[in-house]
Each structure stands twice: as structure tokens, then as C-alpha cells.
């Protein structure tokens, strides 16, 4: 059974840090893309960042590229999401995301197959 789960959301002022985990169980997270999406409510869910599994390259949406970093560990089978200099408009339900297309990773969510529960960032001060 394919699984994943999200933690380390939470309350942040604005300009502080968070990290995000996505625990991968079902499936080895060195096979698949990876992506992280958010949503706020009444709004469409929206790619953030993706890790490719065909030669772990990493891509951004504009609004957070140069403050968010995306990394696996592969012996953990787990995919991280660092947030820095956090702003407002980041606060969302962060979900990741697993896709066993193999070629480059999209930000779309019709990629992906399989979704974790989300995790809710609030960036406010």
C-alpha cells in the first residue's frame, strides 16, 4: 500500500523557517518524482517544487524559487522541503505528492498518482 505522510507544519513569523517531511512507505522514493503542492481555501491546489527521479534535478514555482529547497534521502525513503524567509502568502496546506512517471517532474497535480494528508503552514506575525 502506497502511503505518504507529511509533518513539520506549524506556526511561523514572517521571515522564519520551517522544514517539511514526507515519509514514503509502499514504494522507494528513488523511483518516482516527487512534489510538494499547497492550497489555500477556495483556491486550486498549486505545484510548489519537485525532485526528479531520473537525475534528481529539483524545480520551483516562481513565487518560492531561491527560499525553498527540495531533498530526498533515499535510505530514509523520505523527501524533505526547506522553507525559508517564509512570507504570508505561504501559508497553505502543503501536500506531497508521488509520481512513477519516469522522465521529468511536472508541477501538475493530474501527474501525480498518489497524495499525503497534508500538513497546514501558517506564516503570521
Known amino acids: 500500500q502506497v502511503l505518504l505522510v507529511e509533518s513539520g507544519g506549524g506556526l511561523v513569523t514572517p521571515g522564519g523557517s520551517l522544514r517539511l517531511t514526507c515519509i514514503a512507505s509502499?514504494?522507494?522514493?528513488?523511483?518516482?518524482?516527487i512534489g510538494w503542492f499547497r492550497q489555500v481555501p477556495g483556491k486550486e491546489r498549486e505545484g510548489v517544487s519537485c525532485?526528479?527521479?531520473?537525475?534528481?534535478?529539483?524545480y520551483y514555482a516562481d513565487s518560492v524559487n531561491g527560499r525553498f529547497t527540495v531533498s530526498k534521502d533515499n535510505a530514509k525513503n523520505t523527501v524533505y522541503l526547506q522553507m525559508n524567509n517564509l512570507k504570508p502568502e505561504d501559508t497553505a496546506v502543503y501536500y506531497c505528492?508521488?509520481?512513477?512517471?519516469?522522465?521529468?517532474?511536472?508541477?501538475?497535480?493530474?501527474?501525480?498518482?498518489?497524495w499525503g494528508q497534508g500538513t497546514q503552514v501558517t506564516v503570521s506575525s
Open positions: 525532485i526528479s527521479s531520473s537525475d534528481g534535478r529539483t
Open positions: 509502499g514504494f522507494t522514493v528513488h523511483y518516482y518524482n
Open positions: 505528492a508521488a509520481s512513477s512517471r519516469f522522465r521529468r517532474c511536472v508541477l501538475w497535480t493530474g501527474e501525480y498518482a498518489y
